[in-house]
């Protein structure tokens, strides 16, 4: 038995008091007329009732008033709102539109820009460019990258990878075309990425010769081995070589490097002429961690005096170059930063419109219902009263709108993620979360 | 102008005339519950009951509106009994509720005997 909101045990000790005081007058009363007092005291329970029913009703009195009052307001504005489609239809879509609008845009900027990347300590991540006065963004060059690493006094450790390329595999349903990527062996650990069979690469493995390992994505194993548990050791047919896999990587998401199928080592490269060569930039990407505790002065400081001693040492290539720095975070999510925000904007924009709209269409139905208030208040309704239906109403709408609007966004969100260009970074992790929700609402 | 309000269903109804008839024997004096509806009975002949099911929620409610006080007095049988007064508001209240339920009563003849259509 629930006891509504305000009763309290002091009122129900009363109450008990009051029952019991009624039956007692009822039974005197009775036995002064005569009857046996064994017989009034039935007769009298009988007539008053059954006690609990009676406590329960008289309970609840104290829980149903406003509770009462809005199932009737509620059930009188569905009523009211039911009698004129064409404005809730309106109004209801007006809502959901910016509402879905408005939630949609929103996920993909949290899931875009302002989550960070799913590395640990991804703060103290940085991207390392290096810069020449006549190319203001370069990839680091090989020995640059080797020499930065090794004297660096901030950064904890510097990996690199290569922007992925395509090499043939033979396979037994006929040759496929096959994403690999050259990894340093450091690269892993940096990240986070554990294997979940098998290994990474060991240091002294990353260097050039024959023997060369294998490490493949999530996806290639599931895929093209049948996620075979026995993998670690098969061997791939890559561009007429024999490959070993020596290690299985965690499902990861499409950005780079992680949406290559094979892994190799980078240091196999060493002794190319593109990676020997100081004063190339063959498409290496440097990511160093750095010190906790290290600011982005001093890393930048460190930086720049490395590069000045390889200036004096490398004049050729080296003179003048200079170390770029940029947090990892931002440069992911960086060129689309400006696009996403303006859509922001653009769709907040379009939310303000649609409330503007609807509460237009609101306000000029409550002039054609001014009749219909009048007599209510005649009628002896408060103006708390008359306001609090209206209130109801426009919730109504309101919840309706943003329920529509949700459900659109959602049903839009996963063609949107498989429509969009490939290179949006992150965008396959959009989702609707609760906090959007919140705010929509 | 006095207040009107319309009866919306008939659950209403009931309350608002146990409500009228708690009020009106309240005017002759605090009562404790028990009292109440024995004068309810025995001033209609008998014949209206307020069954206690219905009445002490009204109690409560008309406490809860300001239109009833109940204060706890200790009776010569050495009993504790909460007896019911009206407050101002109460009065005020009786002598709309009554005006109006008069209205009701005229239009409910007037209604049954339409003026110049066959006697039925």
């Known amino acids: 038995m629930k006891k509504p909101g305000f009763w309290s045990r002091r009122r129900d000790r009363d109450l008990d008091d009051e029952i019991r005081s009624h039956l007692e007058m009822a039974v005197r009363e009775r036995v002064e007329r005569g009857e046996d007092p064994a017989e009034a005291a039935n ?88 810069s020449l006065p006549k190319a203001p963004q370069l990839n680091v060059s090989w020995p640059d990258f080797q020499d930065l690493r090794a004297q660096t006094k901030v950064f904890e450790d510097i990996a690199a990878f290569q922007v992925p390329g395509n090499v043939t595999m033979a396979a037994s349903s006929g040759p496929k075309t096959v994403q690999v ?28 010769g024959s023997g060369l390992p294998a490490v493949v994505s999530y996806r290639f194993w599931r895929d093209e081995l049948g996620g075979d548990q026995n ?62 505790g290290a600011s982005l002065s001093q890393t930048q400081m460190d930086m720049d005096r490395i590069m000045n001693l390889l200036g004096d040492e490398y004049p050729a290539s080296n003179r ?31 939310l303000l419109l649609a409330s503007a709209n609807v509460a237009n269409l609101l306000l000029s139905r409550s002039v054609k219902r001014d009749q219909e208030f009048a007599v209510r208040a005649a009628l002896g309704a408060s103006p708390a009263r008359i306001a609090r239906q209206l209130i109801v109403e426009s919730l109504i709408i309101s919840l309706i709108g943003g329920a529509a609007g949700i459900l659109l966004a959602s049903a839009a969100m996963a063609p949107l993620v498989r429509l969009s260009p490939y290179n949006i970074p992150r965008l396959d992790e959009a989702h609707l979360d609760a906090r959007v929700l919140l705010v929509a609402l | 102008m006095p207040k009107t309000e319309r009866y919306q269903n008939r659950i209403e109804l009931l309350q608002g005339t146990l409500d009228l008839l708690i009020l009106q024997t309240l005017q002759w004096g605090p009562q404790h519950g028990y009292g109440i509806s024995q004068a309810i009975r025995a001033n209609s ?61 005229q239009a409910m003849s007037g209604a049954l005997n339409p003026k110049g259509g066959e006697p039925l």
């Open chain 1, 320 to 350: 003048g170059e200079q170390v770029v720095l940029s947090d990892l975070n931002e440069w992911m999510t960086g060129g689309y930063r400006t696009e996403l925000l303006m859509l922001l904007a653009g769709v907040g924009l379009v």
């Open chain 1, 181 to 208: 990527n050259y990894v340093s062996p450091s690269l892993f650990s940096m990240l986070g990425i554990r294997p979940v069979l098998g290994r990474t690469f060991a240091d002294d493995e990353d260097k050039a």
């Open chain 1, 43 to 130: 007769s009298a329970r009988r007539e008053f009732g059954n006690v609990g029913l009676v406590k329960e009703a008289a309970q609840q009195e104290w829980g149903w008033v406003w509770l009462d009052q809005l199932m009737q307001d509620t059930r009188h504005g569905l009523r009211i709102l039911r009698l004129e489609p064409g404005f809730t239809v309106a109004a209801v879509l007006t809502l959901a539109l910016g509402i879905g609008a408005t939630s949609l845009v929103f996920s993909v900027v949290e899931s875009v820009l302002l989550k960070s990347l799913p590395y640990p300590d991804a703060g103290r991540l940085m991207l390392i460019h290096e």
């Open chain 2, 45 to 105: 002949g008998d014949i209206l009951r307020a069954d206690t099911g219905s009445l002490y929620p009204a109690l409560q409610r008309l406490g809860k509106k300001g239109l009833v006080s109940g204060e706890w007095k200790v009776s010569e049988n050495k009993q504790r009994v909460k007896i019911y007064r009206l407050t101002t508001a109460g009065k005020k209240e009786l002598v709309s509720e009554r005006s109006r339920w008069e209205t009701f009563l």
């Open chain 1, 231 to 292: 993998a670690i050791g098969r061997t791939l047919l890559l561009n007429g070589g024999s490959i070993p896999i020596i290690g299985i990587l965690p499902p990861a998401p499409k950005y780079e490097p992680w949406g290559a199928d094979v892994h190799f080592p980078i240091g196999f490269l060493a002794n190319s002429p593109n990676f020997s060569d100081r004063g190339n930039h063959p498409g290496i990407v440097a990511i160093g961690r750095r010190r906790p």
